[in-house]
């Protein structure tokens, strides 16, 4: 599993026009699950992200979790994120897992975000979305797990 991490004053997902989520303060979680990923990795790489300190603190350094600011999480499926560029002008996904089990997967990590008490929004799986983002930072990691 794959997660595309950027911290943000705000995020949105719009589809076929209609905003559908929204978040504040926090985190745009871009989410990709492997054929080799199972619920168990879901529930790890949430609680990495639920902890891990990429807000600043009073020093100014990166002390603070998203719980600790009490900020949101949007979740969006990103299957691209396992797109293999190594060969030829055109990503292979042979590595990304099929549709029904990554929507099961990202439903997992979303879930178990909201149950470590981080406040979730969710794109829309399998829709063609836009996702709007004001970058904060800009702060931009790559989780696997």
Known sequence: MKVLLQRVTSASVTVDGEQIARIHHGLLLLVGAARED??????ALASKV??????????GRFD????????EALVVSQFTLLGDTRKGRRPSFVGAEE???AR????????????LGVRVSRGQFGAHMLVELVNDGPVTLLLEG
């Open 99 to 101: 549709p029904e089990q």
């Open 104 to 115: 099961a997967l990202v439903e997992e990590f979303g879930a178990a975000l909201d149950r």
């Open 38 to 43: 199972s619920a168990e990795a879901a529930r």
């Open 64 to 71: 603070r979790s998203v719980l600790d600011i009490g900020g």
């Open 50 to 59: 639920s902890g891990l300190r990429v807000f600043a603190g009073e020093s």
